[in-house]
């Protein structure tokens, strides 16, 4: 199933990583040896032995040499984690729901997402599901979109999930198209915040009807600060960023606040 | 866990924030959103010094903050004249709607703006919300600073007290533009006023805590609970200054506080009648000062029609009854400050402080008036 004439780690041939062994996996010459460089270093055959692992499973999915190599650079601990469970992982991930091409798409973003032990992932998605009554599909486009949710805590994203369903009015298809998850809880906030103090954003209500026409979800979060500012909040960046600054003590103090009530 | 859910009701800000953005997004076009998030959001304080204590280590500790005295940073500059277009023609064409005579319009006073002296207001820079730590009493017992909305401090400096004035605080409690007031050290007698007996006792507490017991003797300073539209039954025609500080839809507090607001289903009717009360309470203040002496109107609303409105009002009620007074213009101050405090552009009588993030005071609104005859 493989290209001729490569020959792949995992086979006997290439037990040895040689800068000769790199280029054989179409690795360009600098590439090779920037590779060799860091199994060098690893020291002992089983450091090697793990890098190999990394490696197959990176070039089984797909991944060309220079993603494969971008892939290790932003996430070293890859070289240290075993083939079976690598495997596992992504296989895992595939049921999921993220088919090929999202799947690599996902791996060469946030290559993070395998050295998650699947137990994690599961009780990521689980949550999401039961507390955020995400479909299974949504959960799927979720993790593609946004793969650092497997990660977050879980506290954390059942409060951004809360805050935009109850406080912002928006359902969970549009919290999907919006990649909603990407955004730290902290920016989703402030933005909703600028714009509702401003008169410009209305929580919807139970009929789910607003005085005035609200900017959609995706508008307040994938504009750049500038185009959020003069397009949707109409607002300059003293005032936003003073207001950033006022948020941010607001709600440490809320934050206080319920801490004291629940010490209570 | 934390939970994030629906908005709890808020019937009286609810009620007060519709209300703003029927009046004011017309009023205000589009400077009202900034305004209304300015409104919605930390309010900034300022510390009005007390010249009545030794504030040298205050004032250093002040100044290490990166706080200034945005009083004095303007009495650096040349004395403050008249700037800009003449605001005579704007009287006049506030009289052509009607609402008022020509006679007073063309009263534009253009002498150079003279202002209180000795008043000092720390205050932090533009965008710096640092806030103050709360004053703490020195060895006689009084506090070395006063902490209000840096804008209030402004009717009081236009009141312009000088050495041997006699003042009128006609709605004074609970008394923050009085110990501004008092710090000019140049009011021969001052006569404080609030219609409400418990707010009257508060002001009293607040002036024990600012002013040395000496300067509170009854010769020199009067405290009543009178109701101020009744004022001319007492007296008339008698002081240099007075100023009318008068209860108002507070539209700060009334958009993000449930207590105590004006917005609130059972108090429809006082909040309608404010506008009246505002008009008596005015013209009370105009018979009460001398001819020549001089008035400020101020409130803490956005309303035009609890602002312009009742000057005009107060104006015209005057005129028929035979006071004739003149608008003194205000655009000196406006043009020394606007680094300080964001005002609102083109205002027909007077000047307003409008919220702004970045510098969140107001909302004060202000007028001046001086008394010909
Ligand atoms: C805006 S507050 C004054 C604030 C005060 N000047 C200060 O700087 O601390 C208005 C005051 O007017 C008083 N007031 C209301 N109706 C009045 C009346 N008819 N005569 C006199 N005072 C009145 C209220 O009790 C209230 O204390």
Redesign the pocket.
């Given at each position: 199933q493989h290209d001729h004439g490569k020959s792949y780690p995992g086979q006997p041939v290439a037990r040895e990583l040689s800068v000769r062994s790199f280029l054989d996996m179409g690795f360009t010459d600098t590439q090779a040896e920037l590779l060799h460089d860091t199994v060098s270093k690893a020291k002992g055959s089983a450091a090697a032995q793990q890098t190999l692992t990394s490696l197959t499973a990176l070039f089984v999915l797909g991944l060309n040499p220079s993603s494969v190599l971008k892939v290790l650079e932003k996430c070293p601990e890859l070289h240290h984690i075993k083939e079976s469970q690598l495997t596992q992982r992504i296989n895992h991930l595939r049921k999921l729901g993220l088919v090929e091409g999202s799947l690599q798409r996902v791996v060469a973003h946030y290559p993070q997402i395998l050295t998650v032990p699947v137990k994690r992932v599961k009780t990521v998605v689980l949550f999401i599901r039961e507390k955020c009554l995400f479909t299974v599909q949504q959960v799927a486009e979720i993790i593609r979109d946004s793969p650092a949710v497997v990660l977050e805590d879980l506290g954390q994203l059942e409060y951004k999930f809360q805050y935009v369903f109850f406080r912002m009015g928006v359902k969970q298809a549009e919290m999907v198209k919006s990649k909603l998850f990407r955004f730290p809880l902290e920016e989703v906030r402030c933005r909703h915040c600028f714009l509702e103090r401003r008169g410009l954003y209305q929580t919807p209500d139970k009929k789910g009807q607003t005085l005035i026409e609200n900017p959609k979800l995706s508008q307040i979060l994938h504009t750049d600060r500038e185009t959020y500012l003069v397009d949707i909040a109409r607002g300059t960046a003293e005032e936003y960023d003073t207001f950033g600054k006022m948020m941010a003590r607001e709600w440490q103090e809320e934050e206080r606040r319920e801490r004291d009530i629940g010490a209570d | 866990t934390k939970w994030a859910t629906s908005l709890p009701r808020y019937p009286n800000t609810n009620m007060a924030l519709q209300n703003f953005d029927a009046a004011y997004g017309l009023q205000l076009g589009r400077l009202w959103p900034s305004v209304r998030c300015g409104l919605l959001s930390q309010k900034k304080y300022g510390a009005l010094l007390n010249n009545f204590c030794d504030h040298r280590a205050v004032v250093s500790d002040l100044q290490d903050q990166g706080c200034g005295d945005f009083v004095g940073a303007t009495q650096l500059e040349a004395p403050i004249s008249p700037m800009g277009p003449e605001r005579g023609g704007v009287s006049e064409d506030m009289a052509d709607s009607g609402e008022t005579e020509k006679s007073h319009g063309g009263n534009q006073d253009s002498t150079p703006l003279s202002l209180s002296s000795d008043i000092k207001c720390f205050v932090f820079p533009r965008g710096d919300i640092t806030r103050f730590k709360s004053a703490r009493p020195d060895q006689s017992r009084l506090l070395s600073y006063y902490l209000?909305d840096a804008a209030?401090v402004l009717p009081c400096l236009v009141l312009d007290v000088q050495e041997g004035h006699s003042v009128l605080?006609?709605?004074?409690?609970?008394?923050?533009?009085?110990i501004a007031l008092l710090q000019t050290q140049a009011i021969r007698f001052l006569s404080v006023?609030?219609?409400?007996v418990s707010?009257t006792s508060r002001l009293k507490n607040v002036l024990h805590s600012f002013i040395p017991n000496h300067l509170l003797s009854t010769d020199r300073l009067r405290v009543t609970s009178?109701?101020?539209?009744q004022w001319a039954e007492f007296e008339t025609n008698t002081y240099d200054r007075v100023?009318v500080?008068?209860?108002?839809t507070?539209d700060r507090h009334s958009a993000t506080e449930e207590d105590n607001n004006i917005f609130s289903k059972i108090r429809t009717g006082e909040r309608k009648r404010l506008p009246q009360?505002q008009t008596d309470?005015l013209l009370a203040g105009i018979k009460a000062a001398r001819p020549g002496g001089e008035v400020v109107y101020s409130?803490?609303s956005l309303s035009q029609l609890q602002n312009q409105y009742v000057v005009q009002q107060a104006l015209q009620l005057a005129r028929q009854e035979g006071i004739h007074l003149q608008v003194v213009s205000l655009q000196p101050l406006v043009h020394m400050l606007s680094g300080t405090f964001n005002f609102a552009p083109d205002l027909l009588l007077g000047e307003m402080v409008v919220p702004h993030l970045t510098a969140n005071f107001g909302p004060i609104y202000m007028c001046k008036l001086r008394r010909l005859c």
């Open positions: - | 209000l209030s605080d006609l709605c004074a409690a609970p008394g923050g533009k009085t006023n609030d219609s409400s707010r009178l109701d101020g539209t100023l500080d008068v209860p108002c507070t009360l309470l409130t803490c």
